[in-house]
């Protein structure tokens, strides 16, 4: 990572780990709401556009940003940028990119 361009391909990072906790978190808000899995699932599809309406799309476009994310704080640590958040967000994003793809099979 060239030094100018740390901060803001740091934040796409950033960014892109916060739009699958925000996923994440719009699915606990709805399992919440419902008791069976049957209702839950088009209840959660329900906010996407219709052509995204498939919850395999969903998990493997999440794992893709995780993986992009993963790759960005990686290169931090390795060039030595924000290291202990990034030690934090690559553990957090490998967490989650673990449970994705758990979740796929």
């Given at each position: 990572?060239?030094t ?7 934040m ?6 916060a ?6 978190i719009h699915?606990?808000?709805?399992t919440?709401?419902?008791?069976t899995?049957?209702e ?15 919850a ?17 704080f ?7 940028y924000?290291?202990?958040?990034s ?5 957090l994003t490998s ?11």
């Amino acid at each position: 990572m060239k030094t100018k361009y740390r901060f803001p391909i740091y934040m796409v990072g950033v960014a892109l780990l916060a739009v699958v906790i925000g996923n994440l978190i719009h699915w606990f808000r709805i399992t919440a709401q419902y008791d069976t899995f049957e209702e839950m699932v088009p209840a959660y599809l329900s906010v996407f556009p219709s052509w995204l309406q498939n919850a395999r799309i969903i998990t493997m476009i999440d794992v893709f940003l995780l993986g992009i994310s993963g790759f960005i704080f990686a290169q931090a640590i390795k060039v030595n940028y924000l290291k202990v958040l990034s030690i934090i967000f690559a553990s957090l994003t490998s967490l989650l990119l673990l449970w994705q793809v758990f979740s796929l099979m």
